[in-house]
Every structure is written in structure tokens, then in C-alpha cells.
């Protein structure tokens, strides 16, 4: 019965959707701006992974694997993203998107860097195991398929072009960065007899940005090489008529970053006048060589509370070596610039 009420709230009533999130936003960089494309100056893949309140039945399975390389010569970043996201038992998500980014070099120590990302969206609905009210007899067993016009006048899949653009500014101490997603408002519908009213998924629309603090001159062996920081970070997106706020802090000290994070914005109210808060979160990141791997936790403090089993996400990140292809000075200035978090 609970899988038929959710699936008759998503699919009556007018509902705008709002786009996947990752706690570990500036581990999965590339999905919120196309201007991080390209911008480890070597070639790298990066895998996050998501499970959204656990402890529901209708929880919220998040995938995505992207791989982009710099190309020295053209000042150019390009990549690929593949995104799942499954929502409950019924509802799933799919896009592939190929991101390309430019940088421009302002002076020395500064520069901009533009980016786009154009893909398909394919939505899925499934309908098995669905049980609607012409399939119940009176003591209660479910009997045959359903004659229910909600369900035999809608698809089972939408196809959908999508578009995003962005640009960055950075330098070595810090970066401000703004983003915009789904710039064509695609449509959503699954039922074709919404009176010419489709709803579409909300343009989204993100800044971001932080301060890096070099700590490493406290340390006195001068041979050594960790880095050792303190970044300060921020994320704000607005959707539709939602809006959030990720503010936190990660410490570094090389090969291990730890970090503490809030999503919400206080003292405000969001839908049905509940308060606008979600999750603090912790995050923990290794690198070792080559690789990186983070581990982050959601406690909910929103009125789902605890019962809904916090969230858990996973990334992981392999960066092939630096290829120099120019060993000007300007060239090893440029790729020590991006002072994002790195795990």
C-alpha cells in the first residue's frame, strides 16, 4: 500500500523535482560546474556514490562516474559524466553528459576558467509491483492488473536534451566560482494528459567558493613536502522555489583531510513552514599516491530526524601523473592555482 501511495503522490499531483546532492560536493566537481573540467591538469576518473536515508523504504541511491583530461596546448579541459540516480523503488535517472572547459590567464598567480556540459536525461518508471485500488477484492488480496486511467494513459520513459554552463575564478589562495544547470527546462511529465501543462525540472542555480589558509611553514623539517591547510568553504543553490546552503571547514595535513560541514540556512523556513535544515555532516579523505578516497556521513537534524538513518556517500579518485609537455614557469604556476579541497 505504501509503494501505491507514493506512487500516486509523484504522479497526480504537480511535483518540482530538485537534482541529486553530494555532501562531498568538491570531490564530484564537475556536476556542479562544467569549469572544474580538466582542472587536475592530468588525466583523472572520479567515482561518488550516495545512499540517502537508508533506513526508508523509499531511500535515494545516487552514482556517478566522471573522467576528464587537460589539454595543454589548446588551454582546454574535456570530460565525461555518467549519472544514476534511483529514487525509491520505482523511479530511476540516467545522464550522460560530455563537459568541456577553457581557461584564460589573467596574470600570473590568476585566472578564469569557462566551462559547458550538454547531455541526455533518461527518466524510467517502473510499475511493477504497484498496487492500485481495482486490483484489491474485499478481503484484501490483490487479483489481476489494473484498468486504472492513471496508469494505462502514461510512459514508462522520458528522453530529455539538458544544458549547463559555468565559470570560475581561482587563484592560490582562493576561488569563486558560479553555475547554472538545465538551462532548457526539461520536461518531466510521465502522463500525457496534463490539460498542456508538463511540468519541468527547475533551472539550478549554484555559487561556490572558499579561502585556502597554508599552514605549511609550521612545519620544520624544510625538506618535507605535506600540505598542510585549512579551507574554508561555501555552496549555495537555489531551484525553484528551494534553496540551500553548504557551509564548512576541511584541515589538511597530508595524506589526510578531515572536514565538518552544515546544510541548511538558519533562522529561515522552508516548505509548510518547517525550518530550512538539513545534515552535519563529517568527512574524512586519504590520499596515497595516485589515488583518493572520502568518507562522509550525514546526520539528519531536519524532522526526519535519526529514523531516517543518516546518509552515507563514497568517493573515490585516480589522477594519472603530470604529463609536462611545457616546463615554463607559468605552466607549474597555473597547476598549483586550484586551491580546492582535494580527496
Known sequence: MKRWCFFFMILVHTVSGQDPQFTQFYAAPMYHNPAFTGSAYAPRVMMNYRNQWPSLNANFITTLFTVDHYLEKANSGIGLSLLSDKQ??????????????YELNINRDNAIRFGVSGGYSFRGLQTNGLIFGDQLANNGQVTGGSADPVIRDRTTSINTLDVGAGI??????????????????????????????????PRQYVVHGGYNFDLSYLITDSYSERE??????????????????????????????????????????????????????????????????????????????????????????????????????KHKIRRKALSCPKF
Open 168 to 201: 570560475l575564478y581561482f587563484n592560490p589562495k582562493y576561488f569563486l566560482g558560479v553555475s547554472a544547470n538545465h538551462l532548457t527546462e526539461p520536461q518531466l511529465s510521465f502522463y500525457s494528459g496534463n490539460n498542456g501543462q508538463i511540468p519541468a525540472l
Open 228 to 329: 598542510v591547510t585549512i579551507t574554508p568553504t561555501f555552496l549555495y543553490k537555489k531551484q525553484g522555489p528551494y534553496s540551500q546552503l553548504d557551509l564548512g571547514a576541511y584541515v589538511t595535513y597530508t595524506p589526510l583531510t578531515i572536514g565538518l560541514q552544515y546544510r541548511g540556512i538558519p533562522l529561515t523556513k522552508a516548505f509548510n513552514n518547517f525550518p530550512n535544515q538539513d545534515a552535519i555532516s563529517g568527512v574524512i579523505g586519504v590520499r596515497y599516491e595516485n589515488f583518493s578516497f572520502g568518507y562522509s556521513y550525514d546526520l539528519t537534524v531536519s524532522g526526519l530526524g535519526t529514523r531516517s538513518g543518516g546518509s552515507h556517500e563514497i568517493s573515490i579518485a585516480y589522477q594519472l601523473p603530470h604529463v609536462e609537455v611545457d616546463r615554463r614557469p
Open 88 to 101: 525509491g523503488y520505482n523511479l530511476t535517472n540516467t545522464e550522460v553528459r560530455l563537459l568541456y572547459s
